[in-house]
């Protein structure tokens, strides 16, 4: 017998059989729930049983998400792709007709000639990628001048496989990584922030945290979530 029940956002497959013991299971890639138990018992009783190890199944979900994320992309129909830290599945629409992406509820649609490589596509969503951070910089720029005291000069988007972002405090120049479309806004804006205070202290020193915590109070936590996201398979400091 199958059957399944849901505890909070977490749907659980059952299946009853002919076996001795419980056995609870988490599937790649989308973290699918499945109990397995002895044929006697009912629902109730395999839903405290999942209640008792809600820790260990949220534990083994955030896990294989982590892995989903950090799996080179192929660019293949309902693969995920993430954009401002949420997850859509690609839809590849093929058409002989210069390239664009459209962004749809829950999938990012990639209109491409039919013979394009795997690079071509990739090319395409990261133009798009850029497109989007560089529409989203100038605000949070304009916003963050008043509030540190600083002014910027010129700022770009760039792949950068170790850091986040980089700052040319002389020129008044940031960049930012490409990567960070994929990441949450906030984690862009304390980015943008973080570059920006470099323009008045090099160094990551006392002054520089000092500076930061003046004008932004959570940037720990930011910087913590960010650091907890996968940078594709680079760690960064700062
Ligand atoms: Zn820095």
Known sequence: MVTRFAIGDIEVDVVLKEIKNIHLSVYPPTGRVRISAPSYMNIDSLRLYAISRLGWIKKQQRKLLAQERETPREYLNRESHYLWGKRYLLKIVERDAPPFVDLQHSSILLHIRPDA???????????????????????????????????????????????????????????????????????????????????????????????????????????????RLPVKHEKWGY
């Open 117 to 227: 490589t795997q690079e071509k596509k990739q090319l395409v969503l990261d133009e798009w990628y850029r497109q989007l951070l560089k529409a989203a910089i100038p605000d949070l720029i304009l916003s963050w001048e008043k509030k540190i005291g600083v002014r910027v000069n010129e700022f770009g988007v760039r792949k950068m496989k170790t850091r986040w972002g980089t700052c040319n405090p002389e020129a008044r120049r940031i960049w930012v990584n490409l990567e960070l479309a994929k990441k949450p806004q906030e984690c862009l804006e304390y980015i943008v922030v973080h570059e920006m205070v470099h323009i008045l202290e090099r160094h990551h020193n006392e002054r520089f945290i000092a500076l930061m915590d003046n004008v932004m109070s959570k940037w720990r936590s930011l910087r913590d979530d960010l650091n």
